[in-house]
């Protein structure tokens, strides 16, 4: 168990729709990650947030959202959905940002997406 | 631009065998980590190893070491007593703190599979 929390863990939901995947780090880490892998895909890297504050952005396309609240859980939100949406959501978690030593990022077991 | 590249795409390895999995990257910052994730069929992905670019010494876990030479920017994983469970899709990860930030980067993933 790597301390990161993810619900809900399966998700079917119709093209067009909106859906939210939520994301409650590891005890301590301030910082959250959100990747995409598609079937026997790599990890597409989405979106980071460190404290609450967007610090980098990857391939997440305009229909998609995120937010760091203030207690460091997150959210992904995905809307317009396209049958192309359907993948693992992951989330992860570190310590720290800027300025901090070791940042191993630690997985939650992701989110099936599956857009029918 | 940072890059991680996993030029195996499979292996197999009989059980009990050792096997090695080649990782190389490519960066222009002095100061990096460097990662081995594995995800079995589950799909949640697990931290295998890591190793610091500025320690010499290759990191070792187990039955899991790394040969880290970073002047050819190589961080091979081997893989001793290969058991059943190792079988898994193997990613080789890259850090930098470049731009305000860390950032992440992942290679393609190499298939694992291990042969009773």
């Known amino acids: 168990d790597s301390g990161v929390t993810q619900t809900p863990k399966h998700l079917i939901t119709a093209t067009g729709q909106r859906v939210t995947l939520r994301c409650s780090p590891r005890?301590?880490?301030?910082?959250v990650y959100w990747y995409q892998q598609s079937l026997d895909q790599g990890l597409q890297f989405l979106i980071q947030?460190?404290?609450?504050?967007?610090?980098a952005k990857g391939n997440i396309l305009e229909r998609f959202s995120a937010q760091q609240f203030p207690d460091l859980h997150s959210e992904l939100n995905l809307s317009s959905l396209e049958l192309g949406d359907s993948a693992l959501y992951f989330c992860?978690?570190?310590?720290?940002?800027?300025?901090?030593?070791?940042?191993?990022?630690?997985f939650g077991e992701g989110s099936w997406l599956t857009v029918v | 631009a940072q890059t991680v590249t996993q030029s195996q795409p499979e292996m197999s390895v009989q059980e009990a065998e050792t096997v090695t999995l080649s990782c190389t990257y490519d960066t222009s910052e002095s100061n990096y980590y460097l990662f081995w994730y594995k995800q079995p069929p589950s799909r949640q992905m697990i931290l295998v190893i890591r190793?610091?670019?500025?320690?010499?010494q290759n990191a070792t876990e187990n039955r899991f070491s790394v040969n880290f030479q970073k002047a050819a920017k190589s961080f091979s994983l081997k893989i001793s007593d290969s058991q059943l469970g190792d079988t898994a899709m193997y990613f080789c990860a890259f850090i930098a703190y470049t731009s305000g930030t860390y950032k992440y980067i992942f290679g393609t993933g190499t298939r694992l599979k291990v042969l009773a």
């Open positions: 992860a978690s570190s310590v720290g940002g800027p300025g901090q030593g070791r940042n191993t990022i630690y």
């Open positions: 947030y460190y404290n609450g504050e967007e610090r």
């Open positions: 005890s301590g880490d301030l910082s």
């Open positions: 190793q610091e670019a500025y320690k010499q």
